[in-house]
């Protein structure tokens, strides 16, 4: 809410207590009475809202228990439920606004991005920084490169092609460790590449949403742009510094032993950085991440992850959900050639990738085929920047685009990814390994004699007149003869 708009708000507020102190006939009611006595249609409403939510998690657990078969994250279940709820589509005899869970969507968006900061390895960052930069910049340079291009192609202006870039080409961190773990390859060859290059990845997000929203602010003049980036760099740098140096001071802010008040002072902190970052304009999901990395760096980080994980699975169930209802499948059609060209790329940029990183790397290209089918997963991201993107006014075509995109892709990915390591025995043949054989130096010197004899010439010798002998040159010829007779006789046996 805008500091404008407060006064109306709080006019709005007296009125509203004016009138329900009148309807409940005595102006010294209790106050408690005067807060929860409603309309007898406002009752009708709060109730049908909750039966109809209600029913759509029910239908949303039965879907999710079907596609656990095919081993589908939870992501496109929810968008399609809230699709198949839209009021745009029909299909469900339903009256469901989008508003009445609007701040809970919210609340999804800022426990989604305060666990990834809070699963953020700082260790493997700092300490493996360089190879890290290989494998996750190869992959960012090459996808967000292609995409940018891509969505100049597509002709819906330059914001819209830096948005369109960012939703094709960064993966979803939540699937791809979740597939990992579900599918067994923790262990694999090709792993900590993957989770270099996630790394690598989330480090890009904030970076790339610090940026996005200066130039989806609508500032065009020069110098408040530098200084809103500069804005924005300092909180970045000041919030890394202290996630890397500063645990042990964050650390004393947790000593407690209730788990209501720390989940309440987690919380709360995860709703105060995100008001801040959406204040200082580096967008709320960047303020909770980076509260998420600072309390990853505390020794409480364990019991936190413990407790968020369950709040966070809940409230993105209602921002996925929410962004489903708010899709209109008449949309689709008019971005359906966009979003194959989109998917194709997406496939072919992931392979390409996929395989370079496990060239750096050292891995075979069976490996690289891994790489890329885990990578190839997108979610929640490409959602975050549809919903930056028209609250700010964009091309309406990104959301159907985004949401298209995401549903095909986040059914695409899982089912490729479980069924990469069959495609690469199909497809690349393993390399014949010949066995390294010790050199005997009696044996190369017989060879070297042999082969002398064959062409001709006389080799150096270590004799004292420097030549060997002819009766030598014999002797060897019939020992390699010898050895050859034997090795045929042990092949027949």
């Known amino acids: 809410m805008s500091v404008a708009a407060v006064p109306a708000f709080l006019s709005s507020l007296g009125d509203d207590i004016v009138t329900r102190v009148a309807a409940h006939g005595h102006p010294d009611a209790h106050p408690a009475s005067l807060l ?3 309309a007898p249609h406002a009752t009708d409403s709060v109730a049908t809202d909750l039966m109809v939510l209600g029913a759509l998690f029910v239908i949303a ?12 994250p939870a992501i496109p279940i929810y968008m399609i439920v ?26 999804g968006l800022i426990l989604l991005l305060f666990n990834l900061g809070l699963e953020f390895d700082q260790d493997e960052f700092f300490g493996n920084a360089g190879r890290l930069l290989i494998s996750g910049g190869t992959y960012i340079v090459l996808n967000m490169g292609v995409g940018f291009l891509f969505g100049e192609l597509v002709g819906w202006g330059t914001r819209e092609a830096l948005i369109i870039a960012g939703m094709v080409g960064t993966s979803s961190s939540a699937i791809i460790t979740k597939m990992l773990i579900e599918l067994g390859r923790l262990a694999n060859n090709e792993t900590p590449a993957i989770l270099g290059a996630t790394v690598i990845g989330d480090v890009f997000i904030a970076v790339y949403l610090a940026i996005v929203s200066v130039v989806l602010s609508g500032q065009t003049q020069f110098w408040p742009v530098v200084l809103q980036l500069a804005i924005a760099a300092a909180f970045l740098v000041a919030m890394f510094t202290i996630a890397r140096w ?17 989940t309440i002072l987690f919380f709360g902190l995860a709703l105060l950085f995100a008001g801040i970052g959406e204040l200082i304009g580096v967008t709320d999901a960047i303020g909770a991440f980076l509260i998420g990395l600072v309390l990853g760096a505390t020794r409480f980080s364990g019991k936190v992850e413990r407790i968020s994980i369950p709040l966070r699975d809940v409230f993105a169930a209602f921002f996925f959900l929410n962004f489903g209802l708010a899709l209109n499948i008449a949309e689709f059609g008019s971005v359906a050639w966009i979003v194959l060209i989109a998917i194709v790329m997406t496939v072919a940029l992931n392979v390409l990738s996929g395989e370079l990183i496990a060239y750096f790397n050292r891995l075979d ?3 690289g085929l891994n790489i890329a089918a885990v990578l190839m997963n997108r979610g929640e991201f490409t959602l975050i920047l549809a919903t930056l993107s028209l609250a700010a006014g964009l091309n309406q075509k990104l959301e159907p685009f985004a949401g298209l995109y995401v ?4 059914i695409l990915g899982p089912v490729l990814t479980a069924n990469s390591e069959r495609i690469g025995v199909a497809l690349i043949r393993p390399r014949r390994r010949t066995a390294v054989k010790k050199r005997d130096p ?3 010197e017989e060879i070297d004699l042999v082969d002398a004899v064959s062409r001709g010439q006389e080799p150096a010798a270590d004799d004292a007149d420097g030549e060997p ?7 060897v010829i019939e020992q390699a003869m010898r050895q050859t007779n034997n090795d045929d006789r042990r092949k027949q046996n």
């Open 36 to 38: 929860t006595t409603r």
């Open 61 to 72: 657990y039965v879907l999710g228990r079907l596609g656990k078969l095919i081993r589908l």
């Open 82 to 107: 809230g699709l198949l709820a839209s009021p745009h589509t029909g299909f469900f005899p339903l009256n469901f606004d989008t508003a009445d869970i609007g701040l809970i969507a919210v609340f």
């Open 246 to 262: 500063g645990g042990r001071i964050v650390s004393r802010f947790f000593r407690t032993r209730d788990d209501e008040l720390f």
């Open 365 to 367: 290209a069976r490996a």
């Open 407 to 410: 549903l095909i892709m986040a």
């Open 442 to 444: 009696v044996l190369d």
């Open 469 to 475: 002998s002819r009766a030598d040159l014999d002797r």
